[in-house]
């Protein structure tokens, strides 16, 4: 079996991570993996898979962050806004193509285990209206930020072995 068969990935909240170890060495049963939806369990897929690559990765959080949104635009976020939206998405999607990896499926959802567009935010969306590129790259790196802050991929190679993901 080579390395890349016998390896699991999951992304578990980074509170998380110690207490759900303990309790996968313990437990002879447990189902490997937080409960993701397709669309997140791809996005961490990809950034696994381009974890060597930073153009690669670049290109998966930017376009994960405005998968979701090019579709449930804030007011504030309609017109020219969703044409810049729509280009620089347009711009990473053609950037994973060169890298020949498969991206969402059109009825993957929630691309992020975290979107700033939903629940207490909503009001933040439509108050803040980024203006350019550089506060739509803006609004994607907080976003970013805030998920790789608080979501880690682990990798599982045996049950009693656990190794986190190393960030660079």
Not at 2 to 11: N, Y
Request: net charge neutral; proline share 3%; glycine share 4%.
């Amino acid at each position: 079996m080579s390395e890349k068969d016998s390896i699991i990935i999951d992304w578990w909240p980074t509170s998380k991570i110690i207490k759900w170890k303990n309790e996968f060495e313990i437990s002879e049963g447990r189902t490997v993996g937080y409960d993701l939806n397709k669309g997140t369990r791809h996005t961490m897929e990809l950034l696994y898979e381009l974890r060597d690559n930073p153009e690669g990765l670049a290109a998966v959080w930017i376009a994960a962050c405005l998968k979701d949104k090019q579709d449930n635009y804030p007011e504030a976020w309609r017109g020219s806004m969703a044409q810049l939206v729509h280009y620089i998405n347009y711009q990473a999607s053609r950037k994973l193509d060169e890298l020949n990896v498969y991206k969402w499926h059109h009825a993957m959802r929630e691309a992020l285990p975290i979107d700033l567009f939903k629940g207490w935010t909503h009001t933040l969306t439509e108050d803040y209206k980024p203006t350019s590129f550089e506060s739509l790259m803006g609004w994607i790196a907080l976003e970013s930020v805030i998920v790789r802050t608080t979501w880690t991929i682990v990798r599982i190679y045996e049950k009693d072995k656990i190794v986190e993901f190393k960030r660079k």
